[in-house]
């Protein structure tokens, strides 16, 4: 069955430190997004991608990037891990015109 | 894109059906109403979406009244395992489409 996978599902790292979470879907999705989620809150976008080489800035985005290299990965990069980046990252992947979209399990990131 | 105001939180029993409303005034002639569930330490899950009057699937019904500038999730005969939180979504079912979640409604299905 396709699936949207995440990797790693726990993560402790140092401040300062250089992060990257994986995110891997087999739907061949053209759109790809990336949410953190805060204890008690809502999702909120920090960057989502349309297609191979798109990227876009989410509502969150200072202090992490992705690049979009094939259709199945998008992965996200913490250049420089602070404290309050702690929190749960899901990735989502949706058909082109649709707004089903398809949650991995999570990472939970935690920066110390 | 479109805002959405839910209610915080609802209580409810097993058995009763719940409604949850979610208000969305500027909503667009290409928008689309979307709803998602989310269990603790899970991803978000597509419930249902509309684009007007009602639609029903195995899980929930959603109604959408004719100025569309709200819409109703209903969930019958709710069980304990519908303890969740419930996000409505406002977007274009297009290509380009960008998810944006809102606070969500915590629903809370008591014995």
């Known amino acids: 069955d396709a699936e949207i996978t995440q990797s790693p599902r726990h993560k402790i790292t140092e401040t300062g430190r250089q992060v990257t979470l994986a995110c891997h879907q087999t739907w061949n999705h053209n759109n790809m997004f990336w949410y953190r989620q805060d204890l008690g809150h809502g999702l909120r976008l920090i960057h989502y991608s349309y297609g191979v080489h798109d990227t876009n800035k989410g509502e969150v985005s200072d202090g992490y990037s992705v690049s979009r290299s094939n259709t199945e990965d998008l992965p996200l990069t913490l250049e420089s891990a602070a404290s309050s980046q702690t929190s749960v990252y899901f990735c989502a992947s949706s058909v082109q015109r649709g707004t089903e979209a398809f949650f991995g399990q999570g990472t939970r990131l935690t920066v110390v | 894109l479109a805002k959405t105001t839910q209610p915080i939180s609802m209580d409810s029993y097993e058995g009763q059906e719940v409604n949850i409303t979610c208000s969305h005034n500027?909503?667009?002639?290409?928008?689309?109403i979307t709803w998602y569930q989310q269990f603790p330490s899970q991803g978000p899950r597509f419930i249902i979406q509309g684009y007007k009057t009602k639609v029903t699937n195995e899980v929930a019904s959603l109604f959408i009244p004719a100025d569309r500038k709200s819409s109703t999730l209903s969930l019958p005969r709710v069980s304990l395992s519908d303890t969740a939180v419930y996000y409505c979504l406002v977007g274009r079912n297009n290509a380009g489409n960008m998810l944006t979640f809102g606070g969500g409604t915590r629903l809370m299905v008591k014995p």
């Open positions: 500027n909503i667009a002639t290409n928008d689309y």
